[in-house]
């Protein structure tokens, strides 16, 4: 039961970054030339952290943001991150969200799928891939969207959504 629920989230995962294609104009959109292309090996850049009592600012330092994504036809926010097993074992639901910065709108409900529980899996082992979805209500945050990112005490501003 347990390789099944891994079987799914995988799947979930691997949906969530495939590009779905949507009806409409036979010419493709250009993206905006400010839309960086995404990288999954490389780390966020101007990440702030906000004090932490009690937890060592190196600890902070350590989380890696690689990505914000829609997935499942835009009803999912994907986050991914690597972070210290410890600290991303010390992140509780309200402490994790996504704010779109252009509406000021936060996306913090974390979707609970059958079997497999709440869909937020931090690493494991040092170096692993986490990742938390959250419910994309309405489909209003969309690709091209600029983001914070909060992740315990880690706060990360003006990522782009892909």
Do not use: C
């Not at 914000?68 to 992140?91: D, H, M, N, R, Y």
């Amino acid at each position: 039961m347990v390789l099944q629920a891994q079987a799914q989230a995988t799947l979930l995962i691997q949906s969530a970054n495939v590009p779905k294609a949507t009806p409409g104009p036979a010419t493709p959109t250009p993206a905006p030339p400010s839309t960086p292309i995404p990288n999954p090996d490389r780390q966020i850049t101007n990440a702030t952290l906000a004090p932490t009592p009690g937890a060592g600012a190196e600890d902070e330092s350590q989380v890696q943001l690689l990505g914000v994504s829609l997935g499942t036809e835009s009803g999912l926010i994907v986050v991914q991150f690597k972070a210290p097993p410890g600290l991303a074992k010390q992140w509780r639901q309200l402490e994790v969200y996504v704010v779109d910065e252009a509406t000021g709108v936060t996306y913090n409900e974390i979707p609970v799928a059958p079997i497999i529980g709440p869909l937020f899996t931090r690493p494991k082992q040092p170096g692993q891939i986490g990742y938390v979805m959250f419910v994309n209500t309405d489909n209003s945050l969309r690709q091209g969207a600029r983001v914070t990112v909060v992740l315990g005490k880690f706060k990360q501003e003006h990522v782009p959504v892909t």
